[in-house]
């Protein structure tokens, strides 16, 4: 491989073994941090974050991310050896609030760029990515686009601004998001980085003068950029950050530590990353003239944290190197002979290369509407062409998705609900989609409008967290509509089951409604329909849910509350559900696996495990389970 084609290759692979997800230790420390307070802190004052226009913060910033990513296996002659990649960055950070978009509470815009450059390295294995040691990224300004509550909405950059600039960019920034929910002691942000969609968890150690500092860890990922090639079933994402606010509204400093290790069914390591940041603030500045926010957004486009932003040249390799010795040809050949039979040899590796093939070559996905309809073909042939089309994901291979989903032998199909549910497997649903969806809503009988539905709050869901998303509020309003108009409680199982695939934090006072219905399905549907929505209210009404008397609904909230982080708070109520309430054999094996999962603090969870241990066991595995937890759980245990 010439030097010219590593370096273009590199640049991209290392965008998926460098997340931005803060850890390290500040060299500089105005104030000490807490050392673990015997007792939480009272709910603090409400927070939110003041760039007033005309300021200028400079932060000091050490960066570190080392990184492996395991290529899954394409089929080829040889196994590709792991990709490597390291990211050094030393330098000054230099933020300049041009004020807000509107004088309601709108948010800001903050220009941004590297200043003082001390130290940048970018390798991919021992190629360096940036020949002039990126004096070229010090200066340029990109602006973010930052709410009051902190959070991250997107980037703007002028047309043709650098991919390498951008990627750099993300890297950093994405560490230095943090979320406050005013008011509240603690609770869980969705938050984006090119490595994926985080759940994180924050709790509040100490409130003082004029300082607010919080402790933030990672919960786990909603989903990983990465992920197809990874190949990777079992994420771990470990450590902690601590971060300090000063209360006239601006980060004061940040430190931690953490991890991220993805692995595969075999056991083999697929992706490793460990980072470290140090960033403290240096100086906070006065600068005069300038354009207000709106003009100085003029004329700038968009894009997301979670995005790569690479060139035409290293989209094309990487996808060539993906599709490898397919042809469409092949393809077609492919379906027609496995595509009907019980067993696809090695789907997942050929699913990986048809999709790339296809995101190659848009065109060909024309070509699958004629082996969707040819007599060959049986209905288990045609539901993977549309798997393939969904999984390709772009505009062509979504409209001739939406033209199979129109043919006979979609329509006239008793799996018909099913195969238009394949649009929810869709990751950028486009304008066209959507508009489909809901005209599929609005006009369909009862059973496609549900399947419809499901799809519709999947579209909306994700397109209201891309990068400069909005709520599609019309297409909101259908599902609130639908689940409104529902006549039997499986119905509105179903309707409450498309409003969770929005994950809409907005629509959790309406689920709190259904969750005192008389029939036990709808309310474990509010509670399934909860796990994209991570807000107090939610936390708290998974907590009723998880006291409720059917056992069938307690198991579905302590399911969903296993993948979300919990407080001291929610452990206490816990263990008033083993003592105060039934407890059923499903429960109590739900319970544990939450447990298995919560450990820290050791001191919250205990009392827990000691809850159910005065409790007979279901079978006697499930006591062995919580005795070592137990010793797992005490000190000298």
């Avoid at 259908?478 to 498309?498: F, P, Q």
């Avoid at 969870?605 to 006697?620: D, K, N, Q, T």
Wanted: glycine share 10%; proline share 7%.
């Amino acid at each position: 491989m010439t030097g010219r084609r590593l370096a273009l290759v590199g640049a991209a692979a290392v965008l998926l073994v460098l997340a931005a997800m803060g850890v390290g230790r500040l060299l500089r420390a105005p104030a000490p941090l807490p050392r673990g307070a015997s007792s939480p802190p009272a709910p603090p004052a409400p927070f939110a974050f003041r760039w007033p226009a005309g300021t200028l913060y400079t932060y000091g910033l050490k960066l570190s991310v080392v990184g492996t990513l395991g290529l899954a296996d394409t089929g080829g002659p040889e196994r590709q050896p792991p990709l490597t990649g390291r990211l050094v960055l030393e330098a000054e950070l230099a933020l300049r609030s041009y004020g807000q978009l509107d004088e309601e509470g709108g948010p800001y815009v903050l220009g941004v760029r590297l200043a003082r450059l001390q130290q940048l390295r970018w390798l991919f294995g021992e190629q360096p990515i940036l020949p002039d040691g990126g004096e070229a990224l010090v200066g340029p300004e990109i602006l973010l686009i930052a709410a009051p509550d902190g959070r991250f909405r997107r980037l703007e950059a002028a047309a043709g601004e650098s991919d390498v600039l951008l990627n750099l960019f993300r890297q950093v920034l994405a560490p230095l998001e943090v979320v406050v929910e005013p008011g509240a002691r603690s609770w869980t942000s969705r938050q984006t980085s090119p490595i994926g969609e985080a759940r994180v968890a924050y709790t509040v150690q100490a409130d003082e003068r004029g300082l607010i500092t919080l402790q933030r860890r990672p919960a786990g990922f909603v989903r990983l950029a990465a992920g197809p090639v990874l190949g990777g079933t079992a994420t771990q994402v470990r450590g902690t950050s601590a971060v300090v606010l000063d209360r006239v509204g601006h980060l004061s400093r940040l430190q931690g530590a953490e991890r991220v290790v993805v692995t595969r069914t075999d056991g083999e390591e697929a992706l490793r990353q460990e980072m470290k940041l140090d960033a403290q603030l240096l100086a906070v500045d006065r600068v005069s003239g300038g354009p207000d926010a709106a003009r100085r957004l003029a004329g700038l486009e968009p894009t997301g944290l979670g995005e790569v932003s690479t060139s035409g040249d290293i989209r094309r390799q990487l996808l060539e190197g993906r599709a490898g010795d397919l042809t469409g040809e092949r393809l077609v050949q492919d379906l027609l002979l496995h595509g009907p039979a019980p067993h696809f040899p090695d789907l997942g590796r050929w699913m990986w290369r048809a999709t790339g093939l296809l995101r190659l070559h848009p065109e060909l996905c024309r070509d699958l509407v004629a082996v969707f309809a040819s007599p060959r073909m049986t209905a288990r042939g045609r539901e993977r062409v549309l798997d393939l089309l969904a999984a390709t994901g772009s505009p062509e291979a979504q409209t001739v998705l939406r033209e199979l989903l129109e043919r006979p032998e979609v329509t006239g199909a008793t799996n018909r609900a099913l195969l238009v549910q394949r649009l929810s497997l869709v990751a950028d649903p486009t304008e066209e989609t959507v508009d489909y969806l809901r005209a599929q809503v609005q006009q369909g009988d009862r059973v496609g409008s549900l399947a419809a539905a499901h799809s519709l709050g999947a579209a909306v869901g994700r397109r209201s967290r891309a990068a400069g998303g909005e709520v599609d509020e019309h297409a909101a309003a259908l599902l609130r509509s639908g689940l409104a108009a529902a006549s039997t409680a499986r119905d509105e199982a179903a309707w409450l089951g498309a409003l969770g695939n929005a994950g809409l934090a907005e629509d959790v006072p309406l689920l709190a409604g259904y969750a005192a219905d008389q029939d036990p399905s709808v309310r474990a549907a509010v509670a399934d329909a909860l796990r994209q929505m991570s807000t107090p209210g939610a936390d708290t009404l998974l907590l009723d849910l998880a006291a409720d008397p059917d056992s069938y609904v307690q198991g579905r909230a302590l399911s969903v509350l296993t993948d979300r982080p919990l407080t001291p708070d929610h452990l206490a109520a816990l263990r008033r559900v083993v003592v105060e309430g039934p407890l059923g054999p499903g429960s109590f094996a739900a319970l544990l696996s939450l447990l298995e999962r919560h450990r820290r603090p050791p001191e919250a969870s205990r009392p827990v495990v000691e809850a159910l241990l005065a409790r007979e066991a279901p079978s006697p595995e499930l006591r062995r389970r919580l005795l070592a937890l137990h010793r797992a759980l005490t000190p000298g245990g």
